[in-house]
């Protein structure tokens, strides 16, 4: 058992942040959702919302 | 305990609940496929000017419910239970929270008969897209939403999976690349769903009466974040499963996981933010965010396509030559097994997606070559270039590599099985490229009659894009058949097929578990890290190892370079300059 957590330290240390992040689904998630959010969805409907509205 | 069995012919691992979640949803996700082929195929009827088969309101039901039924349903079906084979079998981990995936499936279930429902009763055909301020039935919204949460429960207990597999160290080193990939699926498809509730709960209380008004450019640009979104979850999805086939027909590995992955890191950022290429002629939304969206961040996205249209093929090449086919450029290639549907599916999926769908999406994603197709049959031809051969053909190939490992039947007419790919291949290519052709000429995307009879301001097409529509409709009927054959051979091994193991019934065939004498609770052994060092340090080093592939993608390269500049052409004829 002690030889198992001694193996996982030192493949930890091996590997690079670069991995590590991309090891990380949850980082991902976030990435591929803030992303689209604010180029897409959060600019697009400002675009939209400030179109003045025309008089009646 | 987790009950696990092994497939004696693949050495997979099959968790019990998980086991039983993909064949339900695959099985679901065929008899929507079933329900759209037979739309499509009185679509086909109506848009070929020579037969013309049904009224203007029963051709926009029927193109409603096909719409909705292959863009979605039979897709998403279908992903749920890749999420789940690449997370639980491709990890030989237990599924996280069985009963949350069977809850989300019977949302699926249950909000695609709602929506389907609300179509045929007649007062909801507006189309896939359902721009406000056309009014559907609030169950056709409902059941949208219904589906949508299902879906997300999915994607969720695909993401609880990777955190068991994690916890439980099911597999050293990073998960493998098609598990990777389907993450990336997975990841799209909680942007698209969310995109969708904010965008379709909103419809939903409108259509009740709650809300008084949506509007209508608003309503364009959130749901395209869903309508187009969810186009891109198959994207991640099927190139996944073009490295999975690539693995297990021909033992390919990846020529660089590093590289395959950073691919997959470039969909993660970019590829939602096409969704902007279908505001393109918008008003009201800026030139800054339309060319950001597409002519940026969309190309960046494109990018990774073609690297993974590269170092699939490359990889494919490279097994090919270790086993001694390295005469000329191509022997790889010709001696492939052509015969085997696993493969030529998936082969006719790639070429078809990089060809057809690629090419022709670039050019939809260019501010200004995009309006001289905009909103004409060239935008259903690329469609169906990727949807369809691209996403469609692959989850056939991959249901036929699964008939007998998942669902332990031998596969029935295996003479028919070799012609399906090329069938619906044919027929779904003549499709795409017909109606490109046709847009290309003006011929209009939705209108029934293309000839507009009767209309006060009617418009005389040239008689090539009558002809050109005729073509496309022969197509579509061969696509048809192929789609047909398709489904008999599957559905008729799931019944008929010679059983592979004696716990496999027909009841088995659609979800209902093996006995418990088919598993063992005996854990499986750790999957161990692949050996991406090695293999990689194998590539690389003798420069061209893969030079059919290279060549195969200057052609790419140049049809692409040749296709876009021919559209300029076009574009300076739209307007001459004096």
Known sequence: MADDNNTDERDDEKISPWQQIIDNPFLLLFIGVAMPTVFYTLWGVMEVATIPIAPY | MALFRQCPDTGLFFHKEAENLMKANAVAGVVCLLIAGTLALLVVLTRWPAVHLLPADTFYMVLTAHGICALIFWVILFEIAILYFAGSTLLRSRL???????????????????????????????MMTSYVPMRADPSFYLG????????????????????????????????????????????IAVFTIASGAEILIPTYLWSIGYISHIDPAMYRVIWWALGHSSQQINVAAHVAVWYLIAGVVFGARPMSEKV???????????????????????????????????????????????????????????????????????????????????????????????????????????????????????????????????????????????????FRRKMILPQFAKLQPYIFGLGMSMVAVFHMAAGTLGVARRHWDMGFAGNPLGFEYPATAYLLMGIAGIGGVIAVTGGALFVII????????????????????????????????????????APAEAVEADHGEAGFEAPGTFILAMVLLVSFVIYYFINWKYL???????
């Open chain 2, 572 to 578: 300076s004829e739209v307007w001459g300059l004096a």
């Open chain 2, 490 to 529: 599957t559905v008729g091994s799931l019944i008929f097929g010679e059983k592979l193991q004696p716990e496999a019934g027909l009841l088995q065939s659609f979800g209902v578990p093996l006995a418990d004498s088919a598993y063992s609770d005996e854990k499986p052994a750790r999957l161990p890290m």
């Open chain 2, 260 to 406: 395959s992955r950073a691919a997959y890191l470039l969909y993660i950022f970019f590829l939602q933010l096409a969704s902007a290429h279908h505001l393109m002629t918008d008003p009201g939304i800026s030139s800054e965010w339309k060319i950001f969206n597409t002519s940026y961040a969309m190309y960046l996205a494109v990018l990774a396509s073609m690297i993974h249209g590269l170092t699939v093929p490359g990889a494919i090449e490279v097994a090919q030559r270790k086993k001694g086919l390295t005469n000329g450029a191509f022997e790889w290639l010709r001696k492939a097994p052509w015969g085997n549907p696993v493969f030529s599916g998936m082969f006719i999926s790639l070429v078809g997606f990089g060809f057809l769908g690629g090419i022709s999406g670039v050019v939809m994603g260019t501010e200004q070559i995009s309006i001289i197709i905009h909103n004409t049959i060239y935008v259903p031809g690329h469609f169906h270039a990727t949807v369809v051969i691209g996403t469609t053909m692959a989850w056939m190939a991959l249901t036929f590599l699964l008939i007998p490992v998942l």
């Open chain 2, 96 to 126: 996280a929270t069985p009963r949350w995936a069977c809850a989300g499936f019977v949302l699926m279930v249950v909000g695609a008969i709602m929506t389907l429902a609300a179509v045929f009763g007649g007062n909801s055909s507006v």
């Open chain 2, 144 to 187: 949208l939403i219904l589906f949508a949460v299902g879906a997300l429960i999915g994607c969720f207990v695909y993401l609880g999976t990777l955190v068991v597999a994690k916890n439980e160290k099911t597999y050293e080193g990073s998960v493998p690349l098609v598990t990777f990939g389907a993450t990336v699926a997975a990841i």
